[in-house]
């Protein structure tokens, strides 16, 4: 009789993170009550496009259902995926977080409150967005005796979601839930062991870089902007007098190391853009809720650049590590060196998937 651990159960969930750049996808199941890598796959747009998956139109980032269907279905085809049941992550570039406070009530009344309040927070018409929202705390005030509410206010537009579900519709698969990525990411990298910590969540993707914090297992600060891998590899380029293509490879081989010369210092003002927004955010949270920041867990693709962790480390001051969604899951352990090396750009879809067989 043989047995394949690879086997797919049919039970499995697809967990899809539409980047700016390259379409990643996962599926998981279950292997008894340990959660089982099944498959997985990614496509970069340079495969099929000359230009990216998104692209900026209106001071967001858009993109186009056809390249994306195309894209998706060919990762599906030729990747053997069993199951059509799906989670897709939202960018956090394109949802809006934001923490409201309101007086002592009853739970029945807390979704009129949040209803009344979110225009005043959200800088979209309120009929144009989806709304979500948890209660993130409950405390007393010092003076007043009453007790204040926290809710984190998650509001994404109304066309993004109509965007996922088209795409969805055109590859034929069950669109199950979407959830903004920063979600999907902490899922997928906090264990049982932090969920009592302070951790902070840095993502530097291809268009933008999101710094997250994540406070006792909740979600208390978002914030993204646009310095990115992309302008990594652009400013190497330019001092280096050299082609994008190579320039990106001399950024994934030398990084930050000692004596990668001109490599380390073109992008040095970057990194250290990125790291005093890091220190600003870090510093806004502890003067607002007197909880500082524990451990940054790096995720992305500049994550991997050589020497980063220890830059960051030193600068930041606090433990840092590289994500690795993958920790918990069972997979073949011949694949435990690539899972390794790919683990910080799959965090979002790792996530993503997970969600399903948490439900």
Known sequence: MNWNPFKINPKGFLGIDIGTSTIKIVEMSHLGKRKKLDNYGEMKA??????????FEKSTLSFSNRDVVRALSAILKEG???????????????????????????????????NFE?????????????????????EAGATSGQETIKVLLVAVPKDVIQ?????????????????AEVFSFARAVIGEAEKNQTVSLIDIGARSTTINIVDKGILRVSHSFDTSGSDFTTVIAKGLNTEYAEAELLKKKQGLLAESGGVKETMLPLIDLIIEEIKKIFSSFYQAEGQDVKRVILAGGSALMPSIVDYFAKNLARPVEIANPFANIYYPPILEDALKEMGPSYAIAVGAALRGLEE
């Not at 199951?83 to 897709?88: E, G, L, M, S, V």
């Not at 923490?99 to 009530?105: A, G, K, N, V």
């Open 46 to 55: 340079e495969a099929l496009y000359e230009k990216p998956f998104r692209t």
């Open 118 to 138: 979110a225009p005043q927070h959200i800088p979209l018409p309120l009929e144009s967005v989806t709304l979500d929202w948890q209660v993130v705390e409950r």
């Open 163 to 179: 965007q996922y579900q088209q795409i969805a519709e055109a590859t034929g698969l069950e669109l199950l839930s979407m959830e």
């Open 80 to 114: 053997g995926f069993k199951t059509n049941k799906a989670y897709f992550s939202i960018p956090d570039f394109s949802t809006f977080f934001t923490t409201i406070s309101l007086p002592t009530m009853t739970d029945e009344e807390i979704p009129q409150a949040v």
